[in-house]
């Protein structure tokens, strides 16, 4: 099970109660072709910040730059 979190406080708040050692940050590069973009691509970046929480549950948190 994924957990999504909206703001940085909240993920880095419920890895602290839950103990995680491990956190992983992470830049990602996409192009973007849709309505958003009207059909020219474009590079959109975010960063991903992820933690594993226990054997079957993870916790990501996104950002978008640029948006």
């Known amino acids: 099970m994924k957990l999504i979190f909206e703001s940085l406080d909240a ?3 419920e ?3 839950r103990h995680v050692e491990v956190v992983r940050i992470s830049p990602a590069i996409e192009v973007d ?3 958003r973009a ?3 691509p ?3 970046c975010r960063v ?3 933690a ?4 079957h549950t993870w916790a990501e ?3 978008w730059v640029g948006r």
């Open 38 to 40: 009207a059909g020219v």
């Open 15 to 17: 890895a602290r109660l």
């Open 33 to 35: 072709r849709g309505a």
């Open 11 to 13: 993920f880095l708040t």
């Open 48 to 50: 991903l910040v992820t």
């Open 52 to 55: 594993t929480i226990d054997e």
């Open 61 to 63: 948190w996104r950002y």
């Open 42 to 44: 474009q590079l959109v």
